[in-house]
């Protein structure tokens, strides 16, 4: 008996992995709660009210809380969910354990690089934004805490490669599990992704903010940045896809309606998440049209997985409505449960990514682009996409993981509910307005209300912002209410009552299905992956390499 108590006392004792899955979670949400904060002010100031007066000297100026906002949430939150995520469940799946010692070695990687980045981030010393474009300088802890954050995400690669092969080794000739099979092309597609990024930071801002060269190439350290800085959007979107297919159908009351096609979306995403970064450049000089026009249509094959799953789970959606005893064209919605925040979470996110996916239709349209390049719209666009499909996801895989992984209950249902409704309601206001004013020409990245007379032609448009940043701030309040009561009571569950992870069966499986077998190909495909980059970036990458331009620095803050 004594020996049952004691073992129930070390809640991680059969499950190390739990622990380490839950480090990375929290200290995820928690760079969510600070980079959060300068949200609702952002939307003030958007909607001509500024309170940044009031933040000082804490804050310096709106671009400091700018770069803390998307640092914060778009880069450091994001991976650490995903690191959270996507090395956990497969490990589940398999009923393998990840190699620990790796494992630990991520979390400090990761905790000690955002300590070395936050330093001067804090200090006003790099508030250079979170894509830091050269000749901005920011101080070199800056990126060199970066860059470890970063690189720690290759420890969860290697650490999911591991199980996997590991697996293949004892299940000889049989197909790999769906949930490590949509883990693994996603690691392997952020290895293609975010080598950009480490060269342009380890090969030049590195030795640049430390005095060792003079300067930067602007237009190379531009393309190097969007190699990576488009398919990171895919990096942040993918784990909320691997809640949306493996797990959603099942929390909803129904199955996943096939398996081969969710395999197909993310070999899909393997192959054309890189090579199309141009459309982040089409307003960029030193880059031919027949380049921006090739990734043009390089891009519009990448909006194809998102299609196909939109069609797969609705279709999911909707068997588990009917069920549930939904009647009729549109009853089977009202069968669902929503009263679920886990449920709720990912689907209402997925609702915002319709007209989310429809903005980035016009990004991707070469011409179109000129029209809303750098405004607001921009803004209205990704916080749909990744503020809202991306962070909802999060938002209800946290319900139902850190009750799994810690035995604690969730506290306070019904704040959870709201949280995640008025956080919909106020992305998606927020997002009208921003699309609309970004139409008018507003720019994005600026402290408009210190000249508010400038845009009144987007007043209505503006006072919208300012109710939804109050909005968003009673939503953000709500949620990390529950998920720190939860966190901070004492109170588990009994072992016996352990919550499992809702995966979710399949109506159509993988088993004697052509798609799934040559989609689990998987070395075949990297190198197709490889191929379709060495097309797309081979030569202007050449061409910018052997024509370098350095300019000097500046300090303009
Ligand atoms: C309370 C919720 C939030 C509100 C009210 C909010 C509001 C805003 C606003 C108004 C801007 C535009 C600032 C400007 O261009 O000057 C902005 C920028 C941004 N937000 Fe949010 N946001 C919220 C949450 C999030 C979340 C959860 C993420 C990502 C996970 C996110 C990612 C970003 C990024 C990447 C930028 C661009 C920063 C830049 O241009 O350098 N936001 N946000
Ligand atoms: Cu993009």
């Known amino acids: ?186 690691w392997l597609m952020w290895f293609l992704a975010s080598l950009g990024l480490v060269v342009e930071v380890a090969v030049f801002l590195i030795p640049w903010s430390l005095g060792l060269v003079q300067g930067v190439d602007p237009l190379l350290a531009r393309t190097l940045f969007w190699y990576t800085g488009h398919p990171i959007v895919y990096f942040w979107l993918l784990p909320a896809y691997v809640v ?81 005893g939904g009647k009729g064209l549109l009853g089977w919605i009202r069968a669902l449960p929503w009263d679920n925040p886990v449920f709720l979470g990912p689907t209402l996110g997925l609702i915002s990514f319709i007209p989310g996916g429809a903005g980035g239709f016009v990004n991707a349209s070469f011409p179109l682009n000129q029209v809303i390049h750098n405004t607001t719209w921009i803004v209205g666009h990704f916080h749909l996409q990744v503020a809202t499909m991306v962070t909802m996801s999060a938002m209800g895989a946290a319900f139902f993981l850190i009750p799994h992984l810690t035995r604690k209950p969730l506290v306070g249902i019904g704040y959870a509910r709201a949280s995640q409704w008025l956080w919909f309601i106020g992305m998606n206001l927020m997002g009208f307005a921003l699309h609309w004013m970004g139409y008018l020409g507003v720019p994005r990245r600026a402290h408009i209300s210190e000249v508010v007379g400038q845009y009144q032609g987007a007043a209505p448009f503006m006072a919208l912002n300012a109710i939804s940043g109050v909005i968003l701030f009673a939503a953000a309040g709500f949620f990390f209410y529950v998920l720190f009561a939860t966190l901070l009571q004492n109170r588990r569950l009994p072992e016996a009552q352990t919550p499992e992870i809702p995966f979710t069966e399949v109506v159509s499986g993988p088993e004697g299905n052509r798609i799934a077998q040559l989609t689990d190909r998987v070395g075949f495909w990297f190198a197709v992956a490889v191929i379709l980059i060495v097309v797309a970036y081979g030569l202007p990458l050449i061409q910018m390499f052997t024509s370098l331009n350095p300019v000097p620095g500046m300090r303009l803050w």
Do not use: C
């Not at 990734?295 to 299609?307: C, D, G, I, K, W």
């Open 1 to 186: 008996m004594a020996v049952r108590t004691l073992a129930n006392v070390d809640a991680y004792a059969e499950h190390p992995e739990k622990k380490v899955t839950l480090y990375l979670l929290t200290l995820g949400f928690s760079a969510l709660l600070l980079g959060t904060l300068f949200g609702p002010l952002q939307a003030l100031n958007y909607g001509g009210i500024d309170a940044y007066p009031l933040l000082k000297p804490l804050v310096q100026s709106y671009y400091q809380g700018l770069t803390l906002h998307g640092v914060l949430n778009a880069i450091i939150f994001t991976q650490l969910f995903a690191q959270a995520l996507l090395v956990y469940l497969p490990a589940r799946e398999l009923r393998m354990r990840p190699n620990m010692t790796l494992a630990w070695i991520s979390w400090w990687m990761a905790f000690i690089g955002l300590g070395i980045a936050a330093t001067p981030l804090l200090g006003n010393a790099a508030t250079v934004l979170y894509t830091f474009y050269p000749p901005l300088k920011g101080h070199w802890a800056f990126y060199v805490g970066a860059a470890i954050f970063v690189l720690s995400s290759w420890v969860s690669i290697y650490l999911v490669l591991d199980l996997w092969r590991r697996w293949k080794r004892a299940n000889p000739g049989k197909i790999t599990p769906l949930v490590t099979y949509l883990s693994l092309t996603h």
């Open 244 to 324: 949306a297919y493996t797990i959603l159908p099942r929390v909803a009351g129904g199955k996943l309606i096939s398996d081969p096609l969710a395999r197909l979306a993310f070999l899909l995403f393997l192959l054309f998440s890189v090579p199309v970064g141009f459309h982040h450049q089409f307003a960029d000089p030193g880059i031919s049209p027949g380049w921006k026009f090739l990734h043009t249509v390089l891009t519009l094959m990448v909006a194809v997985p998102s299609l196909m799953t939109a069609f797969t789970l609705a279709a999911s959606l909707e068997r588990a409505g009917r069920a549930r």
